[in-house]
Every structure is written in structure tokens, then in C-alpha cells.
């Protein structure tokens, strides 16, 4: 017992070095943008609409409310609750979004199957359905407008989050920079702090290629000593000032503070939410780190770091009055150590920067992979760290807008505005979904979720307002900014839609691709054909388009879909579903590769190889297996795979090697290896799954390539691997179509606007399938093809 004792003891303290060290490094990561906030919360709230007066109304009600403000927000609702909304460890609005999909039949992604939802990551342990739970779910999946309105939400959220992408690093190192207006004239301060601001910031983006591994080691210290030096101040401030500064924490002084401003105070609170900037990423970067590690690092060090720092900022302020235009945060640091918190606030605020730029580059991925963004090329920046990637074309344009906001509004105050609408408005997107997650994926009461809105949205509503009325002043920018994203990615939506319910309609039969022979002058080429279809099933109708023009395709012809499921990831031993396209002499497979939105997707000369591994691994499975079902059509020639209704059984395929003759293993946590008659997509959803138990355990089967059995079986299942070897080493071929849009005749004014203009331009403008795909130019055949949707 002794020794039990001693072992789990040591494993909690184990957990718990994790934890801590977890909780450390998510200060660099999390917390730059929040805790740089000091720095200009209180100088955009004085910038305009109340003063500093000798009374110490208006510093003790702005501290009121910061923070109360900093209690209920990040503290009480993400800390507490939002981060208890994980999708399997995951955060963010599309985690959000994600859930929302998987317990209500309210996402509008095509291509989507039944065998998706026996994916490890996709099921959830969820309580019983409560009676009211079950009407609400009714009642979104029986109005498509619920959809398009979740979705547009969603989209909202996300284009806000780019904005404060742009204005974010434009106001912290801007902040930051300013603190040299005390240490020059003011001659000299204004031809200054605009450069060096806009040097700061190229130098940031002109980085962002090398990934954030390289610096991110240095991130959480310049972070952890900012914290401990604005509440080393804030003490300091505190003791020597004002020590009863601690009496402003109550209510009472925000009802003094509006009760003397009143409409003043309410516009103020613009400046105000500049607090919270930034807790939105304890969420977004949940999948990080763990939900114990960012609680422990904001509520025991950030949140009574910043407090200490907003207090001393007022106590300093409280006894002096004579600085009612020049209310910055460097007035109250000692002029013996300005110069130390001046560089370190410099480091900090470029910290703060740093991770809403990776924040925004993962945001856009997600977007992409969901149908919802144009493709831009994506850089993985590391092979140990998943996650980090960088985007080119987003970082490009981002620094010149960066660089545009800085020397167009040239002061806190209108950056200020601006990113505190971008701010308040993703806040307000969650508290939406999370209200919607608490009844369907919780399945708690309704009133329990509406409690929840509307305490929180009316704290957020009040904010935004408060914003919002500062449109001339700043706060147009997100606002226009969210419109031409939102146009652009819903437009983007919308066509892929109908591009593939245009797929779906014109799809050519099976028995068409069975037809096909010498007898109609066709002939087989040496080397594999990979076919790229959103299609789940059937023959796309770019395929029968370059057969009727080239009547010849590849000895191995393999169908792929490369589709997006609503988890965020996918395990790779459950990525690939594979299955026979007519008999197998045909030699055709159709292939659907599922990736999460958070998965890396792989480069081209992996996926080749994996995919032909995979396709080994389904030929030993597909031969060697038990048969279910027998179709008397195909008795004589010996096919493995039954049919039904012109599709052949798809089974998940794990990792196993093809490259020698060891045996196809099924591993235990390959629990979603199955087979399944007519997977069908969401328009025909007729599909079945049957789960073979004995797939259920770890099983072998033992095959032997170099067997030198006369079992028939054996000899054909030999022939197949070596024909897909040869053809492997002739090379491959990588089919794709090259679509023009346009709207049907009679179409909207709008639709003919968004298709025939919009989405063409885009599709022009962006980067091709075969760039994102990473296709050698040498392999790629591309097939013409124009919808009319």
C-alpha cells in the first residue's frame, strides 16, 4: 500500500509540474494582449468625453468599473464558464460553431456522410434531452433561415476577430511607443513616435515567416516580468499616494461616477471595455494548453496583476489633479525606472501583438477549411508544434493595414474606438453561441441559457453601444472592415454550395464507368489517376468530360475527397475511408481523406505515398476479410466488396505498412473501422453502417505477399498489389477541374452579382486548387469545366 501511496502521490505531483509549467508558458501565448491593456484603458477614456477632476469622481467611477469589468468578463464568464465549452479540448468560435452542428442538424457544410458521426472525436457523452432542449433543437433544424443566420453570426464573429487582428498591434506598440512623449519635446514626439511605431511593426510582420517557435521561448518571460513590474508600481503607487484607493472597488462609485457624467460617463465606456481586450484568447487558444492551466495563470496572476496596476494608476492620479490632458500610464511610473517599464512595455506590447497575428492566421485556416474563406497558401512553420502556421498573402496585408491605421488616426483615442467595437462585437458572438451550446450540447434548461444572455449580453450590449456611438470617431473602420469580409466569405460559401449541388445533379452513373472498355476504342495507361471530386459517391462530371475527350485513363484510378467534418481533428488512423468503384478488375477506388479544421493538411509527396499505402492496406483488408454479403453478379469473378445500389462497402483504413509483408493490423483505438453500404451525402441520406464485431478487438490477418498459395483469393489479391505497385512506379497523375461559374438565366439581380462578378473574381484572385494541394505542375491535368448554378 505504502508503495501505491508513493506512486499516485508522485504522478499528482507530475500533473500538477504540467500544469504549472502549462500555466507559465501560457502567459506568453494567452495573456500579452490583456496585460498590455494598462497602458492606454484609462488615457482613450479621458482622451474626450469626461475630465479628471479635484472631487476623484470620474478616476474612482473608471476604476469602478474596470474593475467589475474585469471580474464579470474574463473572470466569471470565460474563465468559469466559456472554458467549460471545449470541443474535445479545443476553443473558439468555430469550437463553438463545431458543437453547435454535431447535437442539431444546422450546419450547411456539403458532402457530409453518417459514417462521420462514428468518428472518436466527433461523438460526445452527453446527458439525457430535456423536453425543452429537444423544441429548441426542433426549431432551428426546421428553418433553413436559422442556419444561414448561425452561419453569418459565426462569420461575424470571425471577420471581427481579423480586425482586431489589424488593430490590435497598431495600439499597443503605438501605446507603448508614446511613453517617450515625457522624455522629449513635443516637437520632436510627434516626427518620432509615428516612425519608430511603423518600424516596430514591419519588423514584426517581416517575421512572421519564421514561426513563432523561434522567439516564443522569450515570450512568456517578457510577459511575466511586465505583470510583475505594473504590480510592483500599482503597490508602490498605492502605499505612496493613495492607500485608500481600494474604497473605489465598490458599485456604489459607478453609480456616483454616471450620476455626475451621465450621457459623458455611458460614451466613456468606450474607452473603458480597452480592459478586456484580449480575453477573448483564453478560449481561442484553449487547444493549447488545458482549461486548469489558463485558469490558474489568470486568476492568481493576471487579474490581481492588472488590478494592482489599474489601482495604482488611480491613486496616482487621485493627488494629481493638474493632468487632465496628459493622462498616460507612464505620468505614474518613477522617472528613475521610465526608461526599463519603457522597453519592457515595448517588448510586451510586440508579445500581445504576436499572438493575435497567429490568432488571426488560425482563425482564416479554419475559415478555409470550412468552405468559408478563398484559398490562400498555408505554411506549417513547424514540424514538432501543431498549430503554427503562417499565411503570406493575410501577413502582407495586415502590415499594410497595420501600418495605414497608425498613420491615418495617429492617437489612442481613435484606435481605441475602433478595436474596442471589434472587441465587444466576438464577445457578443459567444455569448450567443455559448447561450445556444449551454441548451443543445448541455442540455440544461432554456431559462438557465437565457439567464445567462441576457446577464452577460446586456453587459456586452451597454459596451457595444457605447462604441457604436463613436462611428465618425474611429469605430467606422471594424465596422466596414466586418461588411467586405463577411460579403466576401459568405459569397465564397455560397458558390462552393452551388458548385457542388451542380456536381451532385450531373454525376454520372456506375454502370456508365462500367461500360467503358477497349470495345469503345478506350485504353489503360500506365501510372495511378487520383481524380479530385467533393463527391462522396457516384462519377463526377469532370471525369466523363476527360474521357469523352481523351478516351484513356490510368491503370489505378483512385476517386478523392478531400472533405472538411465539423471536429477539430481527425486521428489519422481514422482519416482514410476507403472503398472499391465497380468490381476489381476495374482497378478503382474511391478514397474520402477527412480532415478536421484544425488538422494539418499534408504536402503532396506524403499524401501520394500515404494514399498509396492505404490503398495496399484496403486491397489485403478487402480480400482477406470475412465476406458480410455475397452479390450474385459478381460471384464468379471473386470480388470481395458487395454491392448495393451501384456503391461499394467503404471501410476506415488505419496506418499499417505496405511496404513490406507484414499483416494489416487493426489497433484498438481504431474502434471506427467499419463497413458501411451507400454512404449518402445530406440530399439522399439513405446510408446504413454495420459495424463488423469482429473489428471490434485487435485482429490480424495474416497474409503473406510472397505466399505461394494456389488459393484464388490469394492469387488475385497478389495480382491487385502488383499492379497498383507498377502502376505506382510509373508515376501519378493528378486530375483536377477548372471551373467557370455563372448564374443560370432569370437569376437575381443579387445572385447574378455575387456568382457571375463576385465569386468569379475571387476564384481568379486566389490561389488554385492545385497550389493548395501542392501539386508538381509536371503531374497536374486540369479539366474545364463551367457551372450553371
Same mark, same amino acid.
Given at each position: 500500500?505504502?508503495?501505491?501511496?508513493?506512486?499516485?502521490?508522485?504522478?499528482?505531483?507530475?500533473?500538477?509540474?504540467?500544469?504549472?509549467?502549462?500555466?507559465?508558458?501560457?502567459?506568453?501565448?494567452?495573456?500579452?494582449?490583456?496585460?498590455?491593456?494598462?497602458?492606454?484603458?484609462?488615457?482613450?477614456?479621458?482622451?474626450?468625453?469626461?475630465?479628471?477632476?479635484?472631487?476623484?469622481?470620474?478616476?474612482?467611477?473608471?476604476?469602478?468599473?474596470?474593475?467589475?469589468?474585469?471580474?464579470?468578463?474574463?473572470?466569471?464568464?470565460?474563465?468559469?464558464?466559456?472554458?467549460?465549452?471545449?470541443?474535445?479540448?479545443?476553443?473558439?468560435?468555430?469550437?463553438?460553431?463545431?458543437?453547435?452542428?454535431?447535437?442539431?442538424?444546422?450546419?450547411?457544410?456539403?458532402?457530409?456522410?453518417?459514417?462521420?458521426?462514428?468518428?472518436?472525436?466527433?461523438?460526445?457523452?452527453?446527458?439525457?434531452?430535456?423536453?425543452?432542449?429537444?423544441?429548441?433543437?426542433?426549431?432551428?433544424?426546421?428553418?433553413?433561415?436559422?442556419?444561414?443566420?448561425?452561419?453569418?453570426?459565426?462569420?461575424?464573429?470571425?471577420?471581427?476577430?481579423?480586425?482586431?487582428?489589424?488593430?490590435?498591434?497598431?495600439?499597443?506598440?503605438?501605446?507603448?511607443?508614446?511613453?517617450?512623449?515625457?522624455?522629449?519635446?513635443?516637437?520632436?514626439?510627434?516626427?518620432?513616435?509615428?516612425?519608430?511605431?511603423?518600424?516596430?511593426?514591419?519588423?514584426?510582420?517581416?517575421?512572421?515567416?519564421?514561426?513563432?517557435?523561434?522567439?516564443?521561448?522569450?515570450?512568456?518571460?517578457?510577459?511575466?516580468?511586465?505583470?510583475?513590474?505594473?504590480?510592483?508600481?500599482?503597490?508602490?503607487?498605492?502605499?505612496?499616494?493613495?492607500?485608500?484607493?481600494?474604497?473605489?472597488?465598490?458599485?456604489?462609485?459607478?453609480?456616483?461616477?454616471?450620476?455626475?457624467?451621465?450621457?459623458?460617463?455611458?460614451?466613456?465606456?468606450?474607452?473603458?471595455?480597452?480592459?478586456?481586450?484580449?480575453?477573448?484568447?483564453?478560449?481561442?487558444?484553449?487547444?493549447?494548453?488545458?482549461?486548469?492551466?489558463?485558469?490558474?495563470?489568470?486568476?492568481?496572476?493576471?487579474?490581481?496583476?492588472?488590478?494592482?496596476?489599474?489601482?495604482?494608476?488611480?491613486?496616482?492620479?487621485?493627488?494629481?489633479?493638474?493632468?487632465?490632458?496628459?493622462?498616460?500610464?507612464? /505620468?505614474?511610473?518613477? *522617472?528613475?525606472?521610465?526608461? @526599463?517599464? =519603457?522597453?519592457?512595455?515595448? $517588448?510586451?506590447? %510586440?508579445?500581445?501583438?504576436?499572438?493575435?497575428?497567429?490568432?488571426?492566421?488560425?482563425?482564416?485556416?479554419?475559415?478555409?477549411?470550412?468552405?468559408?474563406?478563398?484559398?490562400?497558401?498555408?505554411?506549417?512553420?513547424?514540424?514538432?508544434?501543431?498549430?503554427?502556421?503562417?499565411?503570406?498573402?493575410?501577413?502582407?496585408?495586415?502590415?499594410?493595414?497595420?501600418?495605414?491605421?497608425?498613420?491615418?488616426?495617429?492617437?489612442?483615442?481613435?484606435?481605441?474606438?475602433?478595436?474596442?467595437?471589434?472587441?465587444?462585437?466576438?464577445?457578443?458572438?459567444?455569448?450567443?453561441?455559448?447561450?445556444?451550446?449551454?441548451?443543445?450540447?448541455?442540455?440544461?434548461?432554456?431559462?438557465?441559457?437565457?439567464?445567462?444572455?441576457?446577464?452577460?449580453?446586456?453587459?456586452?450590449?451597454?459596451?457595444?453601444?457605447?462604441?457604436? /456611438?463613436?462611428?465618425? *470617431?474611429?469605430?467606422?473602420? @471594424?465596422? =466596414?472592415?466586418?461588411?467586405? $469580409?463577411?460579403? %466576401?466569405?459568405?459569397?465564397?460559401?455560397?458558390?462552393?454550395?452551388?458548385?457542388?449541388?451542380?456536381?451532385?445533379?450531373?454525376?454520372?452513373?456506375?454502370?456508365?464507368?462500367?461500360?467503358?472498355?477497349?470495345?469503345?476504342?478506350?485504353?489503360?495507361?500506365?501510372?495511378?489517376?487520383?481524380?479530385?471530386?467533393?463527391?462522396?459517391?457516384?462519377?463526377?462530371?469532370?471525369?466523363?468530360?476527360?474521357?469523352?475527350?481523351?478516351?484513356?485513363?490510368?491503370?489505378?484510378?483512385?476517386?478523392?475527397?478531400?472533405?472538411?467534418?465539423?471536429?477539430?481533428?481527425?486521428?489519422?488512423?481514422?482519416?482514410?475511408?476507403?472503398?472499391?468503384?465497380?468490381?476489381?478488375?476495374?482497378?478503382?477506388?474511391?478514397?474520402?481523406?477527412?480532415?478536421?479544421?484544425?488538422?494539418?493538411?499534408?504536402?503532396?509527396?506524403?499524401?501520394?505515398?500515404?494514399?498509396?499505402?492505404?490503398?495496399?492496406?484496403?486491397?489485403?483488408?478487402?480480400?482477406?476479410?470475412?465476406?458480410?454479403?455475397?452479390?450474385?453478379?459478381?460471384?464468379?469473378?471473386?470480388?470481395?466488396?458487395?454491392?448495393?445500389?451501384?456503391?461499394?462497402?467503404?471501410?476506415?483504413?488505419?496506418?499499417?505498412?505496405?511496404?513490406?509483408?507484414?499483416?494489416?493490423?487493426?489497433?484498438?483505438?481504431?474502434?471506427?473501422?467499419?463497413?458501411?453500404?451507400?454512404?449518402?451525402?445530406?440530399?439522399?441520406?439513405?446510408?446504413?453502417?454495420?459495424?463488423?464485431?469482429?473489428?471490434?478487438?485487435?485482429?490480424?490477418?495474416?497474409?503473406?505477399?510472397?505466399?505461394?498459395?494456389?488459393?484464388?483469393?490469394?492469387?488475385?489479391?497478389?495480382?491487385?498489389?502488383?499492379?497498383?505497385?507498377?502502376?505506382?512506379?510509373?508515376?501519378?497523375?493528378?486530375?483536377?477541374?477548372?471551373?467557370?461559374?455563372?448564374?443560370?438565366?432569370?437569376?437575381?439581380?443579387?445572385?447574378?452579382?455575387?456568382?457571375?462578378?463576385?465569386?468569379?473574381?475571387?476564384?481568379?484572385?486566389?490561389?488554385?486548387?492545385?497550389?493548395?494541394?501542392?501539386?508538381?505542375?509536371?503531374?497536374?491535368?486540369?479539366?474545364?469545366?463551367?457551372?450553371?448554378?
Amino acid at each position: 500500500m505504502d508503495l501505491e501511496d508513493k506512486k499516485i502521490s508522485g504522478n499528482a505531483k507530475d500533473s500538477w509540474r504540467t500544469t504549472l509549467l502549462l500555466a507559465y508558458q501560457s502567459l506568453g501565448v494567452v495573456y500579452g494582449d490583456l496585460s498590455i491593456s494598462p497602458i492606454y484603458v484609462y488615457k482613450s477614456t479621458f482622451a474626450d468625453d469626461i475630465h479628471h477632476s479635484e472631487t476623484n469622481e470620474e478616476i474612482f467611477g473608471v476604476l469602478s468599473f474596470v474593475f467589475w469589468t474585469l471580474t464579470l468578463v474574463p473572470l466569471f464568464k470565460y474563465v468559469f464558464i466559456v472554458l467549460r465549452a471545449d470541443d474535445n479540448g479545443e476553443g473558439g468560435t468555430f469550437a463553438l460553431y463545431s458543437s453547435i452542428c454535431r447535437h442539431a442538424k444546422v450546419s450547411l457544410l456539403p458532402n457530409r456522410q453518417i459514417a462521420d458521426e462514428s468518428l472518436s472525436t466527433y461523438k460526445l457523452k452527453q446527458p439525457p434531452e430535456s423536453e425543452n432542449s429537444s423544441k429548441v433543437k426542433m426549431l432551428l433544424e426546421k428553418h433553413k433561415t436559422l442556419h444561414t443566420a448561425l452561419l453569418i453570426l459565426v462569420l461575424l464573429g470571425t471577420c471581427m476577430v481579423i480586425g482586431d487582428g489589424l488593430l490590435t498591434p497598431a495600439i499597443s506598440v503605438f501605446s507603448a511607443v508614446s511613453g517617450l512623449e515625457l522624455s522629449m519635446s513635443k516637437e520632436h514626439h510627434e516626427y518620432a513616435v509615428i516612425p519608430i511605431t511603423c518600424f516596430i511593426l514591419v519588423c514584426l510582420f517581416a517575421l512572421q515567416h519564421y514561426g513563432t517557435h523561434r522567439v516564443g521561448l522569450f515570450f512568456a518571460p517578457i510577459v511575466l516580468l511586465w505583470l510583475l513590474c505594473i504590480s510592483g508600481l500599482g503597490l508602490y503607487n498605492i502605499f505612496y499616494w493613495d492607500p485608500h484607493v481600494y474604497k473605489a472597488l465598490s458599485p456604489y462609485y459607478m453609480y456616483k461616477f454616471l450620476k455626475k457624467t451621465k450621457k459623458r460617463g455611458w460614451m466613456s465606456l468606450g474607452g473603458i471595455l480597452l480592459c478586456i481586450t484580449g480575453s477573448e484568447a483564453m478560449f481561442a487558444d484553449l487547444g493549447h494548453f488545458s482549461y486548469s492551466a489558463i485558469q490558474i495563470a489568470f486568476t492568481f496572476l493576471v487579474y490581481p496583476a492588472l488590478i494592482l496596476g489599474y489601482m495604482g494608476q488611480a491613486a496616482y492620479l487621485s493627488k494629481h489633479h493638474q493632468m487632465t490632458h496628459n493622462i498616460s500610464y507612464y /505620468v505614474s511610473v518613477p *522617472e528613475s525606472v521610465r526608461w @526599463p517599464v =519603457l522597453v519592457i512595455a515595448i $517588448l510586451a506590447s %510586440v508579445v500581445g501583438s504576436q499572438a493575435i497575428i497567429s490568432g488571426t492566421f488560425s482563425i482564416i485556416n479554419q475559415s478555409q477549411s470550412l468552405g468559408c474563406f478563398p484559398r490562400v497558401k498555408v505554411v506549417h512553420t513547424s514540424d514538432k508544434k501543431h498549430g503554427q502556421i503562417y499565411i503570406p498573402e493575410i501577413n502582407w496585408i495586415l502590415m499594410i493595414l497595420c501600418i495605414a491605421v497608425t498613420i491615418g488616426f495617429r492617437d489612442t483615442k481613435h484606435m481605441g474606438n475602433a478595436s474596442g467595437l471589434a472587441v465587444m462585437a466576438v464577445m457578443l458572438v459567444t455569448t450567443c453561441l455559448m447561450s445556444l451550446v449551454i441548451i443543445l450540447c448541455w442540455h440544461k434548461p432554456p431559462i438557465l441559457a437565457l439567464c445567462f444572455l441576457l446577464f452577460f449580453g446586456s453587459i456586452e450590449l451597454l459596451y457595444f453601444s457605447a462604441s457604436l /456611438v463613436k462611428f465618425r *470617431e474611429g469605430a467606422w473602420l @471594424p465596422l =466596414l472592415l466586418a461588411l467586405f $469580409l463577411v460579403t %466576401v466569405m459568405f459569397v465564397w460559401h455560397y458558390a462552393t454550395t452551388k458548385k457542388y449541388e451542380y456536381d451532385l445533379q450531373n454525376k454520372v452513373s456506375l454502370e456508365w464507368l462500367l461500360a467503358l472498355g477497349p470495345s469503345l476504342g478506350m485504353s489503360r495507361v500506365p501510372g495511378i489517376g487520383l481524380v479530385f471530386t467533393d463527391l462522396t459517391s457516384g462519377i463526377p462530371a469532370n471525369f466523363s468530360r476527360f474521357v469523352t475527350n481523351l478516351p484513356a485513363f490510368h491503370c489505378i484510378l483512385v476517386f478523392v475527397c478531400v472533405k472538411s467534418v465539423p471536429v477539430p481533428f481527425v486521428p489519422r488512423a481514422e482519416r482514410y475511408l476507403m472503398g472499391r468503384v465497380g468490381p476489381a478488375s476495374l482497378r478503382s477506388y474511391r478514397c474520402i481523406v477527412r480532415y478536421g479544421y484544425r488538422d494539418v493538411h499534408q504536402d503532396v509527396d506524403s499524401f501520394e505515398s500515404e494514399l498509396a499505402n492505404r490503398i495496399a492496406d484496403f486491397i489485403r483488408y478487402d480480400w482477406s476479410r470475412p465476406e458480410l454479403t455475397t452479390d450474385p453478379g459478381n460471384e464468379d469473378n471473386g470480388l470481395p466488396s458487395s454491392r448495393s445500389s451501384g456503391e461499394y462497402r467503404l471501410a476506415v483504413i488505419g496506418n499499417s505498412d505496405f511496404s513490406t509483408s507484414r499483416p494489416f493490423e487493426s489497433e484498438q483505438s481504431m474502434q471506427q473501422v467499419s463497413v458501411s453500404v451507400g454512404f449518402s451525402t445530406i440530399e439522399s441520406v439513405t446510408g446504413i453502417i454495420e459495424n463488423d464485431p469482429q473489428l471490434k478487438r485487435r485482429v490480424t490477418f495474416a497474409i503473406d505477399d510472397h505466399n505461394d498459395s494456389d488459393d484464388p483469393k490469394d492469387v488475385q489479391m497478389r495480382e491487385e498489389l502488383n499492379d497498383l505497385f507498377d502502376a505506382q512506379q510509373s508515376g501519378t497523375a493528378f486530375i483536377l477541374g477548372h471551373s467557370h461559374v455563372k448564374a443560370t438565366q432569370g437569376s437575381s439581380v443579387f445572385k447574378r452579382l455575387a456568382i457571375n462578378f463576385a465569386y468569379n473574381f475571387l476564384r481568379r484572385n486566389c490561389r488554385g486548387p492545385d497550389v493548395v494541394l501542392k501539386v508538381p505542375p509536371a503531374s497536374l491535368l486540369e479539366v474545364g469545366m463551367v457551372y450553371v448554378v
